[in-house]
């Protein structure tokens, strides 16, 4: 388990290893779905250097909006 | 010209020296994601670039990028000679898209389901998924064509959707994609939801050129991809039937994915540095269920990049986007003669037109704007004379530069609808809209003083060809 770089969330699981071991693994985060490469700059695996403008947390997950909005349910 | 699959394109586009074939181990990122970019900056004729040998992976996957990525592979497209003129292309595409409609000829024996996996799935076993820009919210399927059908009118052929959608590798076998409100399959997906339902979906990865054409086309909601894509190729365009979704599906297709649209569920998606050269912020939006994966041996993961224009998108959608809103126009106004909205999926449009009275031009420009495609685009509409070719963008300049007046010539529509992804919208989706008509004003709108044009002098068609076969005979002689 791992820490999003983008949104710090925890427990971020591996959903793919490298078919050639030890090359590399592949981590994605419950929270905010950012998945990365073992293998990628610093710049995106290290939440300490990740972009601040693209940095993520719950307040601004909240502000996403629904595209495309939901429908309301057509009545029976 | 048929090509029946993306291999058959790939080879043709081999054989013409148009694929470049990139045999030295690469990592996936920034490898990838940096020849994308790179290639572009290679010209109107760059080739098409396949890559497969990956650190990580055994030898055996494959990715190819910018397919139709130049004028030249884009003619390739057509079955035309690899150095046609652009124009050229343009008025064969309008020629082939009149003979709309062309039946489908269903086939059995689709080359995808020579594998299939409905248990366990993990979609990174098949495709060598890849970060294309460094602040892409994940790695994304950028060129592939989904498939769903209106649940309202399900056994409608022509309002099953062929689209492309922006589609986000979430899990093993889980993705959201990005049907934005003006999109067909936005529109699927509201009646399922108003239904309460799952939206069955199909996607076809590494499928040949024309149909993803057709698919990334803004055609009326009831016209048909498949009987477009038909119409473009010359021949009947080969289809086969999903196994789980019963959707109807591009029979070469390198893999297949079947699944569902999960009903009222959003999830957060993106950003992803988008066709308009600036990232998507991040939203909320839809989830699909992978259930099945069908494959062929070795299948070749086609992609594109995105970024800054010119890319391979802008070379893929440039002409597909100028035709249907000058079919649209001309069935309103047999006056307009060619439209030009190649830029940026059609933010942009230029139109040229012949013109017989006093605010005929802006009443062009406003049509332009109230087509399906202009109802998301359609940003800024420059309408141009007859005399001006609107895909030359010197004389365009000409003609905005001596023939529109700033006081009388430019319309304001406040609060229109566009694109959510326009990064000038405030709020997304909404958008004052303008019109510039830089035609020369006509009866009873008497103004300016617009002498008589310079017409070229009697002998110049002549001298222009005598002037080439001298300058193209010197040109041997330094040889």
Known sequence: MKTCPRCDAEGCSVVYQSPVAGCWEVYSCPRCFFIWRTTEAATITDGTRYHPKFKLNAEKLGTFRNVPAIPSVREA | ?479
């Open chain 2, 1 to 479: 010209m048929a090509y029946n699959d993306l291999r058959a394109f790939l080879q043709r586009l081999k054989d013409e020296g148009q694929l470049l074939h990139v045999e030295q181990q690469v990592n996936l990122e920034p490898d990838l994601g940096g020849a994308g970019r790179a290639v572009t900056r290679l010209g109107d004729n760059a080739p098409a670039l396949l890559f497969d040998n990956f650190y990580g992976y055994e030898r055996g996957k494959a990715v190819v990028l910018n397919v139709v990525g130049s004028w030249a592979n884009h003619a390739l497209m057509l079955g035309l000679p690899k150095n046609t003129p652009v124009k050229e292309q343009f008025f064969e595409f309008v020629r082939r898209w009149n003979t709309y409609p062309v039946s489908v000829q269903y086939m059995e024996d689709a080359p995808f389901y020579e594998h299939e996996i409905t248990d366990e799935i993990n979609l990174f076993d098949i495709l060598p998924f890849f970060r294309l820009n460094d602040h892409d919210g994940g790695f994304y399927i950028d060129k592939a064509c989904v498939i769903s059908k209106d649940l309202d009118d399900p056994d409608h052929f022509g309002k099953e959707n062929v689209g492309v959608y922006r589609i986000q590798v979430k899990g093993k076998d889980h993705l959201g994609i990005q049907p934005v409100p003006m999109h067909d399959m936005a529109i699927h997906l509201r009646v399922a939801e108003e239904r309460g339902v799952n939206l069955p979906v199909a996607i076809a990865i590494g499928c040949e050129p024309v149909i993803t054409t057709m698919a990334g086309t803004p055609l009326l909601y009831d016209q048909s991809e498949y009987e477009m894509a038909g119409a473009i190729q010359g021949e009947p365009y080969r289809i086969a039937r999903g196994k789980q979704t019963g959707l109807d599906l591009p029979w070469g297709a390198e893999v297949v994915l079947e699944g569902e649209v999960i009903a009222r569920k959003r999830e957060p998606e993106g950003p992803f540095g988008e066709f308009t050269g600036t990232y998507s912020g991040g939203r909320n939006a839809p989830a699909i269920k992978v259930n099945a994966v069908y494959y062929r041996t070795n299948p070749i993961f086609e992609t594109l990049y995105l970024g800054i224009p010119w890319t391979e998108l802008d070379y893929m959608i440039g002409l597909n986007t100028c035709l249907p809103i000058y079919q649209q126009l001309k069935s309103a106004f047999p006056e307009v003669v060619a439209v030009n909205a190649m830029y940026t999926h059609g933010l942009i449009a230029i139109i040229s037109t012949k013109t017989y009275y006093g605010g005929f031009a802006k009443a062009v420009g406003l049509r332009a704007m109230t087509t399906p495609h202009g109802l998301g685009y359609c940003k800024i509409i420059i309408v141009v004379d007859a005399d001006i070719d609107p895909f030359d963008l010197k004389q365009v300049m000409w003609a905005l530069s001596t023939r529109f007046a700033p006081g009388k010539d430019l319309i304001m529509i406040p609060n229109a609808s566009i694109l959510p992804l326009d990064p000038s919208a405030e709020p997304a989706g909404i958008t004052h809209k303008i019109v510039i008509d830089a035609t020369v004003p006509v009866e009873p709108d008497v103004r300016g003083d617009f002498a008589q044009t310079i017409d070229p002098p009697a002998a110049t068609e002549q001298w222009e060809q005598t002037l080439r076969s001298l300058w193209n005979e010197s040109l041997g002689k330094d040889k």
